[in-house]
């Protein structure tokens, strides 16, 4: 019985969330005993592929056809399951991403296993039944889930949980899955957006801003800021709905959720669907001019003032630091 773990890439480079998941598998194998084996789909390179090692997996089954080049939801949820049904896989692991979201239901239906999505901890096992916790209720609560199936798929949250280092020599071996056509029927356009820029669901630090703001004038500072601290830039809904910034800034409930690190709110009130994608960062930092912002409620740390007197401030700071 083996542990199978997906990693995930971006134009072939591998992801922050893929380095978790290896870490979580390899964790997982040391409290079962099972080998545990990482799949690669898509144009990886070998050097990005040996960074599997670090994480303390030894092999990683390679799969680069030209068919799945492109993610497609349905063709990788069967590679998935196809190698794991090979190695005789009782646990896939995977990230609880964008796209993860779309594979670990379909993993599990076509493995018949036990879904976990949005895991946030290592499971306790007892006997045949494992127990996760996992955030719920815009991670407004932590419910913690028992699977009794012998075959479980764990989708676990970005950014929850460290990816440890534990260097071992890596195998890497190439593998030709079985596609059906009815799964690659998908025309799909790719649009890749030609930044430097952080990507938004990936960052440990996110400076996000608010209808604080006044205008898309005013932004300089905030992409200012980003760029001094290594961060990523977010918005909240109306500031996206107002074309002040794209909408794949938008963050909360209606917008993407986010878990980094920090999370810096400038000019943001704090209002329930905004916190809903936000609330389980593990630092948020506040600013704001009204110390009555419901968002204080939730920071950790908060700076009452005016975000065009304090951000300048900031960045100076962080500059001399
Ligand atoms: P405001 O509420 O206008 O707050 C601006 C804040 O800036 C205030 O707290 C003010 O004190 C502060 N401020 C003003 N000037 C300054 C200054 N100079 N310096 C410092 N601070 C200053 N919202 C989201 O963000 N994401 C969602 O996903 C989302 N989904 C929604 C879904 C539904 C169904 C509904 C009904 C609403 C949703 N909303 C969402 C909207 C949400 O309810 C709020 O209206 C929105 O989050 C408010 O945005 P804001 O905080 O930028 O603006």
């Keep these: 019985m083996s542990i199978l773990v997906y990693i995930e890439n971006v134009e072939g480079e591998l992801k922050k969330s893929a380095y978790e998941t290896l870490s979580y598998g390899k964790a997982l194998g040391d409290m079962?005993?099972?080998e545990v084996t990482a799949l690669s789909i898509g144009n990886v390179s070998g050097e990005q592929l040996e960074k599997v090692g670090k994480y303390g997996v030894k092999k990683v089954i390679e799969v680069n056809t030209k068919d799945l080049s492109h993610f497609l939801n349905q063709a990788y949820a069967s590679v998935i399951s196809e190698v794991a049904k090979n190695l005789h896989t009782n646990t896939v692991v995977l990230a609880n991403s964008f796209s993860g979201k779309g594979l670990a239901p379909r993993v599990a239906a076509k493995l018949s296993a036990a879904l976990a999505d949005g895991a946030i901890s290592l499971p306790e096992i007892s006997g045949a039944a494992w127990t996760i916790k996992k955030a719920v209720f815009s991670n407004k609560a932590i419910a913690t889930e028992e699977l009794h199936e012998q075959k479980k798929v764990i989708a676990i949250t970005p950014n929850s949980l460290e990816a440890k280092v534990s260097p071992v020599e890596v195998t890497v071996e190439k593998y030709e899955p079985q596609v059906l056509p009815a799964d690659l029927s998908t025309i799909i356009k790719d649009i890749v957006r030609a930044t430097d820029k952080i990507s938004l669901p990936e960052a440990d630090i996110?400076?996000?801003?608010?209808?604080?703001?006044?205008?898309?004038?005013?932004?300089?500072?905030?992409?200012?800021?980003?760029?001094?601290?290594?961060?990523?830039?977010?918005?909240?809904?109306?500031?996206?709905?107002?074309?002040?910034?794209?909408?794949?800034?938008?963050?909360?409930?209606?917008?993407?959720?986010?878990?980094p690190n920090l999370y810096i709110a400038i000019g943001i009130s704090g209002a329930i669907q905004h916190l809903a994608g936000v609330s389980a960062s593990k630092t948020i930092v506040v600013i704001n001019k009204d110390p009555e912002a419901p968002f204080f409620k939730v920071a950790d740390y908060g700076i009452v003032g005016d975000a065009f007197e304090v951000i300048p401030q900031l960045i100076e700071a962080i500059k001399a630091y």
């Excluded at 932004?219 to 290594?230: C, D, K, N, P, R």
């Excluded at 977010?234 to 409930?253: F, L």
């Design 32 to 34: 079962t005993g099972e």
């Design 206 to 259: 996110v400076v996000s801003a608010g209808r604080g703001m006044k205008g898309p004038e005013n932004w300089a500072m905030i992409e200012e800021l980003a760029q001094v601290l290594g961060a990523a830039t977010a918005c909240s809904k109306p500031v996206s709905d107002a074309g002040w910034r794209p909408h794949e800034e938008h963050v909360g409930q209606t917008g993407l959720a986010v878990t």
